[in-house]
């Protein structure tokens, strides 16, 4: 019952968002029937946030190799060519790879976006808490990222969103329109870095499926909100 509503609840604000263990099963099968991949010889790697709460999200962690973690606060691929590189240097012989990517937006039974109730907690908390920081700091209009060792991913998440600050502020759902920003910023950076590392795969195909992990309360399923699902011929590429 309680699903249930929370099926309601975010599908009106994604409406083709699935179920995060459908979306496995789904996507999974695309690749196995459609593309003719061994699930056996696939490594994952992901690009989404450093939150704990996003381990349980899919079912692919318990399907497939992996995973190489490239994502850290927002789901930026902080790893950048490096880590893609390596990577790309893991990969089964004979096999293909995997990337799932994107940020992470809680939602709660009343609607609230950017908000969600974590294991043990009685009170709701951040969802993406990365990027509702980056929203609350955006809302002052003196503010200005400053890059620093001490805090250097949360500063250069703000850097990498300050194009979209605008665009966000305007919203009416600013905590969903910062989400839809870092996504765009996560699957550009994605596609950059697996072009400028294209020579290091030895593999024919690289699976991409990037979107929005939705979070939801402890104990019910999260949702996927899937923006982009391609498999790429890296000779091609």
Do not use: W
């Not at 381990?55 to 490239?70: A, D, H, Q, R, Y």
């Not at 250069?156 to 665009?167: A, D, G, R």
Request: proline letters at 4%; a negative charge.
């Amino acid at each position: 019952m309680l699903q249930r509503k929370f099926d309601e609840v975010v599908k009106g604000f994604f409406p083709n968002a699935m179920d995060a263990k459908d979306t496995s099963i789904h996507y999974l099968g695309k690749m196995q029937i459609e593309h003719k991949l061994d699930i056996s010889k696939v490594l994952m790697a992901t690009s989404v946030c450093s939150d704990d709460i996003n381990v349980p999200s899919t079912t692919f962690f318990n399907v497939l190799f992996g995973p190489f973690i490239m994502g850290g606060l927002g789901g930026l691929p902080f790893a950048g060519q490096t880590g893609m590189t390596a990577f790309a240097h893991h990969i089964p012989d004979d096999g293909s790879a995997f990337i799932f990517y994107g940020p992470h937006i809680g939602i709660t039974l009343d609607g609230d976006l950017g908000k969600m109730y974590r294991p043990r907690q009685e009170e709701t908390g951040n969802s993406c808490g990365a990027l509702m920081l980056a929203l609350s700091r955006f809302q002052d209009s003196a503010y200005a990222p400053v890059i620093s060792d001490d805090d250097y991913q949360q500063m250069k998440l703000e850097e990498s969103l300050l194009p979209y600050k605008e665009q966000i502020l305007e919203s009416n759902y600013q905590a969903k329109a910062i989400t839809e920003a870092t996504y765009e910023i996560i699957d550009k950076k994605i596609h950059h870095h697996l072009k400028s590392c294209k020579d290091e795969f030895h593999v024919d195909r690289v699976t991409l499926l990037g979107g929005i992990i939705i979070n939801t309360d402890y104990g019910t399923d999260d949702y996927f909100d899937a923006r982009n699902f391609e498999v790429i011929n890296m000779k091609s590429l």
